[in-house]
Structures are given as structure tokens and as C-alpha cells.
């Protein structure tokens, strides 16, 4: 971690096959990642203390599966990820899940094996979220309720379309595309 106006960055844990993703808790308490398990083969979702030495606990693990994309609540109650098979023939299917942030059993929010997810994020209002997908083909945008009901595609370009993030008033969504035109 690195204090934001710059200066000395102190780290705050030695994985030793490392970890990504990281997603600060609304209150600034904690942070979720993935982490890299079984000599970096899976991963699952760590949550820790946002101070340095802490301890890691998983707070959800599916198995042979690769956890990625945490994204919190904004009232810090949840966390909701990606979940994408390491099974051939096709490794790249995902599913989105939810957990409660003080542990608990995760819940499938969305997702039926057959396409995969380019990144997710909560909105503001914690009503929505959006999520980049493949289910048409390319990647794009998508929205949906926070508990997976009414999902909607918002974009249709050429490229793949990916790593959604809401504006902090929620009225607009960025998005990272592979492509020219908008």
C-alpha cells in the first residue's frame, strides 16, 4: 500500500504464489483479493485486515474453480465475484457469486456455465450490478439487480467490451473496449 499523495510503499503481505485483484472495504477496514493457492493452480477469495502483517482468512473457495473480480457492497455486507471453471474443454465459463464480508455460505447470483466474465462491479446505490460477458459473443456490458434478476446487455459494439466501473453518483458506467468507435 502506498499513501495516495506518493511516498513509501509498505507491504502488506508475502503470498507465496502470489495474489491480485484487490478491492478496499467501503470502510476502509479490510480488503479483499484473490488469492493464489496449491502452488498458484486456484484461487479463492481472501479477505484481511487493512494493516500490515495481518492474516488472510478465505472467505470462499470453489474448489478446482478460479475466484477473480471482488467487488464489495457499498454498505460492506457483501462481496460478490467471479467464478470461472479450470476444467477443459472449456475453462473459461463463469459464474457470479456473493458471500456475506463476515463469512458465510456464497450464494450464485447469475450465470449458467456457458459464458464468462470480463470483470464486475457494485453500484453505488447497491441496487445493481454491472458485469462484462460473453453470453452474445463478445465481451460487453451488462447490468443486473444486486440479487441477479433483470439482467440487460447496455453495450453491442465490435470488440469485447470489459472491467465495468459506476460513476460514484451511479449514472454512468466505464468500461475498458477493444475498439475505435463508441
Do not use: C
Not at 484461487?43 to 464489495?72: K, Q, Y
Not at 446505490?125 to 451488462?142: E, F, V
Amino acid at each position: 500500500v502506498i499513501p495516495a499523495n506518493g511516498g513509501t510503499a509498505v507491504r502488506y503481505t508475502s503470498f507465496p504464489n502470489g495474489a491480485t485483484g484487490a478491492a478496499w472495504s467501503p470502510n476502509g477496514n479490510k480488503f479483499a483479493f484473490t488469492l493464489y493457492v496449491d502452488d498458484g493452480n486456484r484461487r479463492v477469495l481472501g479477505l484481511m485486515d487493512a494493516f500490515s502483517g495481518a492474516s488472510p482468512e478465505t472467505l470462499a473457495d470453489h474448489s478446482f474453480d478460479a475466484v477473480g473480480s471482488p467487488t464489495w457492497s457499498p454498505d460492506g455486507s457483501f462481496i460478490a465475484y467471479s467464478v470461472s471453471s479450470l476444467a477443459l474443454p472449456n475453462p473459461a465459463v463463469s459464474l457470479i457469486y456473493s458471500v456475506p464480508s463476515l463469512g458465510g455460505m456464497p450464494s450464485q447470483i447469475i450465470g449458467d456455465g456457458t459464458w464468462a466474465v470480463g470483470g464486475l462491479d457494485w453500484s453505488p446505490d447497491g441496487l445493481q450490478i454491472a458485469y462484462s460477458s460473453n453470453q452474445t459473443g463478445a465481451y460487453h456490458i451488462w447490468i443486473m439487480s444486486s440479487n441477479g434478476d433483470n439482467a440487460r446487455q447496455l453495450t453491442n459494439g465490435s470488440g469485447n467490451e470489459q472491467n465495468p466501473a459506476w460513476s460514484p453518483n451511479g449514472s454512468k458506467i466505464a468500461y475498458v473496449a477493444s475498439r475505435q468507435e463508441v
